[in-house]
């Protein structure tokens, strides 16, 4: 009767043997970790400019669309205050103006991308290839940032506007009301920084992480090249 059993490492070692071994230098695998290097720094570039377009679609989709944010509307009315033509007008100019601003500063900070991306070179000396890639994420980080502060801007601007409206009409607004108001935009804000920061940790988290891996990898290999020359 045959013997049923087997010995995991005696197969293992079998298929070693009978299996070409291939090996590669430091200079080819730098070259493999570098054009992966740089093709996850094009998909940041990638989803950055199709968020810029998102955001473009909306603001257009908006700025045609008549009529001014119910939400806004019922908050100053709840404060008792009379919603005027010239009103609607403050609010739909600011509007435009914060879009504008979130717009503005997207396109430049992908400029900033662009021209960071531009600036690797996959033939490049590895310790400039290196110091490129870490200068790309912090690019990415500031943008990350930027969008955080904006959303904290468009809530305190639009919170000032609230009270300043109230405050134009000589309505009272009493302490309970006020902080009640405080802090729900506090949270409101620290919900929307929440929900940025969470998409941006997994959209740009997963690529980052596997640049960050690629990057200790290309550092290894710099550093052995030191100790050998």
């Known amino acids: ?7 995991v490492e005696q197969i293992k070692q079998a298929w070693q043997n009978q299996t070409p071994k291939s090996t590669y230098t430091n200079q080819e695998i730098r070259a493999m970790l570098n054009r992966k290097s740089r093709n996850y720094v094009k998909y940041i570039l990638w989803i950055s400019i199709a968020e810029l377009l998102l955001f473009l679609c909306i603001n257009i989709f908006t700025f045609f669309k008549s009529g001014t944010d119910e939400n806004f509307i019922l908050i100053i009315k709840q404060l008792g205050a009379n919603i005027t033509p010239h009103i609607r007008a403050r ?9 504008t601003i979130v717009l503005v500063v997207m396109a430049i900070f992908i400029q900033m991308i662009y021209f960071s991306y531009r ?11 290196i110091t490129r890639i870490l200068n790309f994420k912090k690019v990415v980080n500031w943008f990350i940032f930027a969008n955080i502060l904006i959303l904290i801007l468009f809530e305190i601007v639009l919170t000032a506007f609230v009270f300043n409206t109230v405050a134009h009409q ?16 506090t949270i409101a804000t620290i919900g929307g920084v929440a929900v940025i920061w969470l998409y941006y940790k997994v959209v740009y988290g997963i690529i980052m992480k596997r640049l960050t891996k690629q990057i200790r990898q290309l550092q290894d290999i710099e550093n052995t090249q030191s100790i050998e020359d």
């Open 170 to 185: 000589n309505i009272i607004i009493n302490k309970s009301t006020k902080i009640g108001m405080i802090v729900g935009v």
């Open 1 to 7: 009767m045959p013997n049923s059993e087997f010995n």
């Open 91 to 99: 609010y739909e100019m600011m509007n435009i103006i914060l879009k």
């Open 119 to 129: 600036k690797i070179r996959v033939e490049e000396n590895l310790k400039t290839f």
